[in-house]
């Protein structure tokens, strides 16, 4: 017998922008907004029975008509006020809100930073993914496209050498990459009125760059744990730490054909092949 | 306690050409290789001791390594010798090998396709993931970004509406994806050795694309089960079909101010925001 | 004092689809536009005086509104019908219309090729540039991301040896390219109510192929001089072949380390840095 | 006769990291160079001789090569120093180095800023091009994706309407584009060598952004013509500033179906179509 396994289903791509103006002062939201839904959709796909099924136009319309209300902090809140719209849907069992958040910063002008004008910071893309049942919300932030590099303080010793090993040992050595991070947030925090997810989320960033910056590092696999674990033990608020990190190798360039030293100088930047470590740090207690 | 959760780590984005050169006819394999292992390796993590981790240096030696014995078929065969290799490591617990293969046809000319000219077919990429563990092999074989638009046959009513709806209802629309496909081979049929990994998926794609051209699509949701079991009622070898399908709108330009009119003739082609319709359709029997 | 220089000004990244519906067989056309408009369009740059300047929003308009009546055969007559247009507003003196056309074929069915159904050709994007001025109309045509290969019969040897060089000379490389070619016709034959856009457009693409898979490449170089000579030789009908060719290097893996003997078979293929060789061959006749 | 035309052949995408050490306080470098060279090559192509062809492969090295003594400045001298090497090669008659400029920042920590971590900075990406020939060398600054919004002070109104006209005045429009901005120096300033690229570029820089947050914009065009005449009039040094920007279009969304109205607070953010303007704005004395 055929029947259908795992399904889910929604829009993408959702681009907002929110102006606010206060007075002469504005302030500019940019999301891009995703929804997915799972639920009790087995007739839509096997009758083709559509009764049940929420049209993606309409979950666009709903993300516009949310924001004048409930686009007013953190976009974990939005996500979480959209969240709870979507799985009050009968046949909805779960519905995920996933948001990118674009930052604008002031323009710099000789009065001060600008009330009106912006510049699009490419640093790096914060993120949130908001997730409801009828057991309770999973709040996750994060952040991706944050490019880092140590120029010092990263190694590579010690792994094991078989008959396709050609890597040295390198107790020095550019460590690059393109971090992509996301923390689960315990749900009696993330729950609470009073919870300021900006203010965390600042402080997670700071402790995660610190980290990077100071920390030896024997290998990304360690970088991970040692930036998770500073996370965890800053934020008793935060369960879960996920780490995705390529590693954006840099080559030195052989600079002897032409007579030159290379003395750890010149390198060459590449994007393939790279290493990918994808690892998970949290609480052994259990505790959410 | 802060402890090591789900952690994996490999290289990424290997490109691998294999010529093969039969007297003055020459084949041109390519592909793009990622290996993954999970495993032993809370020691790295947490102590920075690198005597479990395989370098992914190291794989990527092993990928090019490995090409001229194993890469003599499908990919599928090239992902089992790979996969068996990594998993043989004894701190490895799972090894997964994915792999794309980008197309190169002859070069057609006046005596015929060439032998040793290609051209790089853009038409979609084919995919497979082995994952090998202690318990066994599991085989995916897929492609993506095959791209496909039904010009008829494909509407969408009969869904709610709520205060956030304003989508008309529509018996004639056009369909347009980028399909995304990936199916499961039962064990038994992906271990043996007389299996033709190739013409199996020469197979589902000829079944995939005529059950696309020739169904009625109430839905992109029961289009992907009408496709689905298709393809599971005529592969017995395959227990499961997951297809990954954005809606990529078309829609109706409004002519009427320029005094014309559209009869379901002009559209704007977007891609933002996109419907994304994510499901698994399997054989009920849980055989495998 | 300063004053304007050159300027342009336009719309870009028009989406138009066209469904052709003839009885039950239907076509479908998938074009992006763009519009570039020259003129006196002084003063609204220094003036901020907008009375010159055809918005934008009005050439997007311009385009569907023209698609119905005027899209109904190649992309370079729908591109003279609008530079017509465009050029004929008093304070433009020259509009320039570029086109792709995204291929969408007809997919197989076990009924011959589907009448309303279709998949998406990567193999190439068509391209067309058309401008118009009061002293005329010049008429380009063209492809791009046409991704071929040679496997034989390409060398590079001779080349100057200075300090910094160390490439070895070889006399069998693989070739690989992603082909820009662009052909200007002649006035007189792109002016003709019966010149035939689509079959010249085959014809050179033939040409351009089987030249390819054919010869023997010195050099990039002299291998668009062959292509670009093959095609002057065989159109009177153009006038110059622009083509821009990067050199997408396959480099041979060193597989001694493992024991292995690469034999022209095992090949890294790269994109960074790559060889980029831009040249245009025409008649020197001055014919047009 | 079949001859050749313009043509021109070089290396692109090279990638060079320079890490330079002042003790324990680092400094990284991170380039993207082309190399493109013109001259006799003609017999390169129509003869196959490849006796003139510098190989693009040595131009790379040569990079690489130069960059410990000659990339010590700004990317504008290690511009001059390449072009001058190349242009020095007898069969070449221009030579044109084109260099893109990563930045990265001290990543912050409680010690101040890291000595030895960096951050990549999306703001924006330096670039500069010097173009050398018997005649002299030409040195070209600039910047491109740069995004930037204003919310306020941004109208269109007064543009010419014909049948095809659909978009309705506005006096109050969020205005945001992605910069693409070129400068040439004055052959006297970038000869110079206490020219100073360095603080140029952050002057330039600032005028534009301070400029695009405090002018009123009556269009696109306007606002290039108001922004480079700024940078022309503080920056005797330069004689031409070349804009291009896209309009990247926010468009008020309808929220009436819901019930609710839209005070200029919600807008869709589009990518496609999108306006595009391309200026000029020079000194008219014909300085250089």
Not at 189 to 208: E, N, R
């Amino acid at each position: 017998m055929i029947e259908m396994g795992p399904n889910r289903y929604g829009k993408a791509a959702i681009r907002l922008v929110k102006l606010m103006r206060d007075g002469e002062r504005h302030t500019v939201r940019d999301l891009t907004v995703a929804v997915a839904l799972e639920g009790d959709f087995g007739t839509a796909h096997s009758e083709g029975d559509n009764a049940s099924v929420v049209a993606t136009d309409t979950m666009k319309n709903t993300i516009y008509a949310f924001a004048p209300e409930h686009l007013t902090g953190a976009i974990e809140r939005f996500g979480h006020a959209l969240a709870h719209h979507f799985v009050d849907v009968p046949q909805v069992s779960a519905a995920t809100i996933s948001i990118d958040e674009h930052r604008w910063v002031r323009i710099p002008t000789d009065d001060g930073p600008s009330p009106a004008a912006f510049l699009r910071s490419g640093d790096f893309t914060r993120t949130a993914e908001v997730r409801a049942t009828a057991a309770g919300v999973t709040t996750i932030a994060g952040l991706r496209d944050l490019t880092v590099m140590k120029s010092r303080g990263s190694a590579f010793v010690g792994f094991p050498r078989d008959r396709y090993t050609t890597l040295a040992e390198t107790d020095d050595r550019i460590m690059a990459t393109m971090v992509t991070a996301n923390w689960r947030y315990r749900a009696s925090a993330a729950g609470s009125a009073g919870f300021d997810y900006d203010a965390t989320f600042d402080a997670v960033g700071a402790t995660l760059l610190e980290v990077f910056a100071e920390h030896h590092s024997p290998s990304v696999q360690a970088s991970i744990w040692i930036m998770a674990r500073a996370i965890l033990e800053a934020h008793p608020e935060i369960d879960e730490v996920r780490m995705v990190l390529p590693n954006l190798h840099h080559w030195a360039v052989d600079l002897t054909p032409f007579g030159l030293e290379n003395q750890g100088e010149i390198f060459v930047a590449t994007r393939e092949p790279h290493g990918l470590i994808d690892a998970t740090v949290r609480r052994g207690d259990g505790a959410s």
